[in-house]
């Protein structure tokens, strides 16, 4: 007689038993939780990147759409997940993941997150966060004094004000950009006279008021994408976002920018902001912001930085000097979830005048009450989890010191990685690293000395036709590299100074994991030289071409 299979049932003790903490060491839960605990160790300490099991497979495994009408066992339900999800999760903190940003993340950021989702605070009131909304404001002002470093006197003024905000958090960079630019429009288009505002009389109103034909935001063609959500969301437009071209080092032309600002406004259109880029997205570059700052005071307009990516830099005494003028923004946006190592999604944007917030304060009666502390009156997101405990947690037990190694570390090694390609034969650095991010191709020894010599003879046709085979070959080693799951880097589309402006694809690595080790970035070329070797076709066709 076999025993028949388990059921679970839905009843009012099983659905107030699920709400419960396990009361003893041996319950079942509290051995899931073990058991869970120890799977997922075991997934993180796995060098592999990714299992090969095409996305379609994978698919079928989530292909239900009825709600389950019964209960599932936490055990049954934990087994599944760790089969289907976990198993073909990508392993963002493998050593050998180098392809984003996202890197492994430090022993205790696990644990720690236990306290913050069983707490379960909400920061848009502080009737659901209490303690946390101190705690943010404490983290904000620890950001804002490593960009803007304010005297003591200036933090116990402005950093616990009911009324003020030294910055805010966020899901990530893209929120914290909408948020300084929907700042620099409402400060812009701010109430004057009889005429009410933006924030009442709409945009529309506001420009008729003002005499202008339309607004623009000036950035660098590596301006980061949310910036286009942004114009849209505010009801500037994506084509009023105005790409200015940047320099052979990827850094924004100051002289075009100063040329396009004069020329909208004699169009009788507004400058509304410009964004430097501390850190780009492709290439890891920083524009000049000393240079952005005095344009953006010749046209006394909003002066923000992306610094998503590259803020976490300042935390490096060497290396601070490279995100000099940062200080002189009027905003700037920091991810914790990049190089400060904290789990997804933990963006910040710092004001550096606390007054700036009012221009987006906003009330309602049973919540967000004037005169009070919540932190959601002068945030574009309401319900929020408490996301500053763990980049709190990171701050304290990592410490300036902690991060400066971090930091130093990776920039470093990014230049370690940057002379290995360049002394390979048969590899081409495309953007050295200034930050921790680089980009370059495969490109066998004889072909780069065809392209070499197709530039110098100015052969604009021949070199085109390079790039093409050359951009399919890198494609082709980008995507079957990521199939085979032991490393990832991922790719680019950049155009050269150097070949006259011609898309090229390239691959991207971003070297912030401090698990990386110089032997992984040998093996890496050693695994692209030996499947660009494997494309036999796209080879010959190079060979040909390049005669």
Not at 1 to 29: G, N, Y
Not at 36 to 58: C, H, M, N, R, Y
Not at 260 to 276: K, P
Not at 490 to 518: D, G, I, M
Request: proline share 4%; glycine share 6%; charged share 20%.
């Amino acid at each position: 007689m076999t025993d028949k299979p388990r059921k679970a049932t839905a009843s009012a003790q099983s659905m107030m038993r699920i709400f419960t903490v396990p009361e003893a060491p041996e319950s079942t839960l509290s051995k899931i939780e073990h058991a869970l605990s120890e799977d997922l160790a075991g997934f993180l300490t796995q060098s592999i990147v990714a299992l090969e099991k095409p996305l379609s497979e994978i698919e079928e495994d989530f292909q239900a759409y009825n709600i389950p009408t019964e209960p599932t066992f936490v055990s049954d339900y934990t087994e599944e997940m760790m089969q289907n999800l976990v198993a073909h999760s990508v392993h963002t903190a493998a050593p050998s993941f180098i392809g984003h940003m996202t890197s492994a993340m430090p022993y205790f950021v696990l644990p720690l997150s236990k306290v913050m989702v069983g707490l379960n605070q909400n920061l848009v009131k502080i009737e659901t966060s209490k303690a946390f909304t101190p705690l943010e404001r404490q983290v904000l002002g620890m950001m804002h004094h490593l960009v803007y470093g304010e005297n003591t006197a200036f933090y116990r003024q402005w950093m616990h004000s009911a009324t003020h905000a030294l910055g805010a958090f966020c899901s990530g960079g893209t929120v914290a950009n909408i948020t300084a630019l929907w700042i620099a429009r409402n400060q812009l288009l701010q109430a004057d006279g009889e005429f009410p505002g933006v924030t009442s009389a709409g945009l529309m109103a506001a420009l008729r008021h003002y005499g202008w034909q339309d607004l623009a935001i000036l950035v660098s063609e590596r301006g980061h994408y949310s910036l286009g959500k942004a114009a849209d969301l505010l009801g500037i437009g994506r084509q009023n976002i105005v790409s200015i071209p940047t320099d052979a080092d990827n850094k924004v032309d100051v002289a075009q920018m100063r040329a396009a600002a004069e020329r909208l406004t004699a169009q009788g259109v507004g400058i509304m902001a410009i964004v430097g880029v501390a850190g780009t997205t492709e290439t890891g570059n920083i524009d000049p912001l000393h240079q952005l700052a005095d344009l953006a005071a010749e046209y006394q307009c909003h002066f923000h930085v992306d610094a998503a990516w590259g803020g976490a830099s300042l935390m490096s005494s060497k290396y601070r000097y490279l995100l000099d003028g940062i200080e002189r923004a009027d905003s700037v946006t920091i991810d914790a979830h990049k190089q400060l190592y904290v789990p997804m999604g933990a963006g910040m944007v710092l004001f550096r005048d606390p007054r700036l917030a009012r221009a987006i304060v906003h009330h309602a009666e049973y919540i967000l009450r004037r005169g009070s502390k919540d932190l959601g009156s002068q945030t574009l997101e309401g319900s929020r989890p408490g996301m500053a405990m763990l980049v709190h947690a990171c701050l304290n037990i990592i410490g300036r010191h902690g991060y400066e190694i971090l930091i130093n570390n990776s920039l470093e090694k990014a230049r370690f990685f940057a002379g290995l390609i360049t002394a390979h034969p048969d590899f081409e650095l495309i953007s050295a690293p200034e930050l921790c991010l680089l980009t370059y191709r495969y490109v066998p020894r004889q072909l780069q000395v065809a392209l070499s010599a197709a530039v110098t003879k100015g052969e604009w046709d021949k070199v085109a036709l390079l790039n093409n085979l050359l951009n399919d070959l890198t494609q082709l080693v980008q995507k079957n590299q990521r199939e085979q799951g032991k490393s990832f880097v991922s790719r680019t589309r950049l155009q050269p100074a150097r070949y006259q402006r011609q898309t090229v694809t390239v691959f991207r690595v971003v070297l912030a994991n401090p698990l990386t080790t110089e032997q992984i970035l040998r093996d890496v070329l050693t695994e692209q030289q030996q499947l660009a070797e494997q494309q036999q076709e796209i080879l010959q066709q190079l060979q040909l071409t390049g005669g």
